[in-house]
């Protein structure tokens, strides 16, 4: 006998996490952003609860700057999973003035979807609301729990994380409190990118190198599209990039890449040399403890 | 760094250090994502930064892990952390857990996942009462690999009488308190020397380095082979015309090898049925395997719910009305015998009563105090809890996935203490 593959112990894990909430919550909700980790959060939905449907609806935060091609997708998938999707959109809580645009070069809607986020969480009642987040991400993600509790706020407390012992989740909330949970927790870049060539998973189009125009800012390289400003000096060329996250088009860079297979991204991911966040996510670089302080107020 | 290829067929090797940031835990950790090529360009600039501001004129690997604005102003940890390494022969996840004397309960969570714990010795204080004490915690958690990591040989001029005086007292204290597989490698986190690459400086070491060490732990005899035990944690009731009679228990196999045809009881009621077929989505699978998610199906169609157990019926465990059990206990408020708590172990969830607070142990002598009346925060000890309704429970020694629970504060909500099973009682 050996033991399971790191993939197979990776993936029980995140089944029984799943099944744990969906047990022990009484309204979950599986947040989906149509980036890589949200789809491999699918693929375990359906290996912890088919042949039936998910006990919880999807839920898309929509910044209304999103790549076209991930809202395709988006649509595409939860329709051939037959499951029930929610978009939350950023648009509408501007419209109904809960949160106010940004202006600018610089402006972008990432911050704004917290808000959103916590707005649609209160209006449909959800208790639990599962995200595909990792811990090699961000240093901060690095100390946070499973099961993250969080107050009437939203907000997450370091310093009073609750304990977690084996695989025992205390998923005991009081009324108005809700709990994030985080089943790749434990998963790497790597890990989701050889699950995604195991499972044989479809992405989007924006994962694989294309050619498209970009601009270079911060010594990252933007898609330039109607949703984000130019300062006079930064011309628009085209370029071969993939992107290795997919976020609001705002905050999210792409990477010069001939990488156009699973196999050819997977190979470049076991070389590369920079991090994930550190090279394609513009709102992890605003300060040190930049996550840590979106997440206190209610970040993902 | 590996090739992905290399990469997909690796075991997950889950391990926790202990040790404290004089001991230079940080900095093995640091030495170990650096020396395997894991600290990538930009978490190498940022704390190349971060050294030159602190005024070192060094890099410091140890600001690598250190995550919270807290921890960063005070220079000291203040919760686990965790991080994933690879190396072509293995996945690590490791599980970072302070060592000061009020965080016995972080080390105590860390060491509930792993696989293996690497304790940190300092070679110029030898075995201390930090030793002692991170060596009964991984001993209560029953962790089946421990390895000594003696650090800081370089300042005792890598001596070899000085590292077999610490092995002597090291072996002593191991066998005193019954630690699995203990292995002692001399090492300087700060030099790099017998971390990943072997050094030149202790040529009387024969041994491997560390990372060698914990590539080479043989996992899949740590099995629980012998009992099996499956939780169930969900009914998959498909209420669809196609599966239509379709009922799947769902859940994480906590002991043995399940099979096709496989008798089965169904604890607590007593029910018996076989095993018709275990699936994934993938479809009907040959076997299960401890820690393997999976869905059983039943030959029978008899009343089956969350929480209840599957077990072997010639290897059962203690349907237990009262049970004896080693407590670490995690919150500020102290508890007290009397008291009420809920006890979640595997999947079900039952109220008990602290009956009795049988004895707790001074960490700095070992020694137990018998009948203290109260435990407090960190405080280890033994108990015994009168349950409102039965569970289905092995000793902790023979089975850690049925014989831990968890104690939760019915009004706080909040995660008040762990408990692992020494014995218990049917009435």
Not at chain 2, 45 to 74: N, P
């Amino acid at each position: 006998m050996r033991a399971l593959s790191h993939l197979d112990a990776l993936e029980s894990e995140a089944i029984h996490i799943m099944r744990e909430v969906a047990a022990e919550r009484e309204r979950p909700v599986l947040l989906f952003s149509g980036g890589k980790d949200s789809i491999v959060m699918l693929r375990l939905a359906e290996k912890a609860f088919r042949p039936a449907k998910f006990p919880f609806p999807v839920m898309h935060v929509d910044t209304g700057h999103n790549f076209p091609e991930v809202l395709e997708y988006r649509d595409r998938r939860v329709a051939e999973l037959g499951e029930r999707l929610v978009v939350a959109s950023v648009q509408e809580s501007i419209d109904k003035g809960r949160v106010v645009e940004q202006t600018g070069p610089r402006a972008s809607r990432n911050q704004l979807q917290t808000t959103t986020l916590l707005d649609a969480i209160e209006e449909h009642g959800f208790d639990a609301a599962m995200g595909g987040a990792r811990r090699d991400e961000e240093r901060a993600r690095a100390k946070e729990r499973i099961f993250s509790f969080r107050d009437d706020f939203g907000q997450w407390n370091p310093r009073a994380q609750r304990p977690e012992l084996w695989n025992l989740y205390n998923a005991r909330i009081r009324k108005g409190e809700h709990i994030r949970v985080f089943p790749i927790s434990n998963w790497t870049e790597l890990d989701v990118w050889q699950y995604v060539a195991r499972e044989q998973l479809e992405l989007p189009s924006i994962y694989f190198a294309h050619e498209r125009d970009v601009f270079r800012r911060d010594g990252m390289l933007y898609a330039a599209s109607e949703f984000i400003e130019r300062y006079p000096d930064e011309d628009t060329f085209a370029a071969t990039v993939r992107f290795r996250t997919v976020g609001d088009m705002t905050c999210t860079g792409g990477v010069l890449s001939e990488a156009r297979s699973l196999v050819d991204v997977v190979d470049e991911i076991a070389a590369t040399n920079v991090t994930e966040r550190g090279e394609t996510r513009a709102d992890d670089r605003v300060s040190e403890a930049a996550m840590e302080d979106r997440k206190r107020v209610g970040y993902f | 760094m590996a090739t992905s290829k290399e990469l997909l067929d690796t075991e997950l090797l889950r391990l926790v250090t202990a040790g404290s940031v004089d001991d230079g835990k940080s900095t093995l950790i640091g030495r170990l994502l650096y020396d395997t090529k894991q600290i990538l360009v930009d978490q190498l600039e940022h704390i190349e930064d971060a050294s030159r501001r602190r005024g070192h004129d060094y890099v410091d690997l140890a600001l690598l892990t250190d995550g919270l604005r807290a921890e960063r102003e005070q220079g000291i940890t203040i919760d686990v952390a965790y991080r994933s390494f690879v190396t072509p022969r293995r996945r690590f996840q490791l599980a970072d857990a302070p060592g000061h004397v009020q965080y016995t309960r972080n080390m105590v969570t860390g060491a509930s996942t792993a696989d293996v714990a690497v304790i940190l010795v300092d070679a110029r204080q030898g075995v201390i009462e930090q030793t002692r004490r991170h060596s009964y915690i991984v001993s209560m958690l029953e962790l089946p690999h421990v390895v000594y990591a003696v650090n800081k040989m370089d300042l005792v001029d890598y001596s070899e009488a000085r590292f077999d005086e610490i092995v002597r007292d090291l072996s002593e204290l191991a066998s005193q308190l019954h630690v699995h597989d203990p292995a002692m490698i001399p090492i300087s986190a700060l030099k790099g020397d017998n971390v990943v690459d072997k050094t030149d400086a202790m040529p009387w070491y024969a041994g491997t380095t560390l990372l060698d060490h914990l590539e080479s732990i043989e996992l899949a005899a740590d099995l629980n082979v012998a009992d099996r035990r499956f939780p169930v944690q969900w009914v998959i009731r498909p209420m669809a015309d196609e599966h239509h009679d379709y009922r799947g228990y769902a859940g994480q196999v906590a002991g043995g090898t399940w099979r096709r045809g496989d008798a089965v009881v169904v604890l607590p009621s007593g029910r018996r049925s076989t095993v018709a077929s275990v699936e994934t989505l993938d479809g009907p699978i040959d076997e299960a395997i401890p820690g393997q998610s999976a869905t059983i199906l039943l030959a029978d169609d008899i009343d089956v719910s969350r929480g209840d157990l599957l077990a072997d019926p010639d290897d059962l465990p203690i349907v237990a009305r009262e049970v004896t059990a080693r407590v670490c206990w995690m919150s500020e408020r102290p508890v007290e015998v009397g008291a009420r708590v809920l006890i979640k172990h595997t999947t079900r969830t039952v109220a008990a009563r602290i009956d009795e607070i049988v004895s707790v142990v001074d960490i700095a002598t070992l020694e137990d105090t018998p009948s203290p009346g109260k435990m407090e925060l960190n405080d280890l000890g033994v108990v015994r809890f009168r349950l409102a309704e039965p569970l289905a429970v092995d000793p902790y020694a023979r089975n850690r996935a049925t014989g831990a629970f968890v104690i939760v504060d019915e009004a706080t909500n909040e995660t008040v203490g762990a408990g692992m099973v020494v014995d218990a009682a049917s009435s």
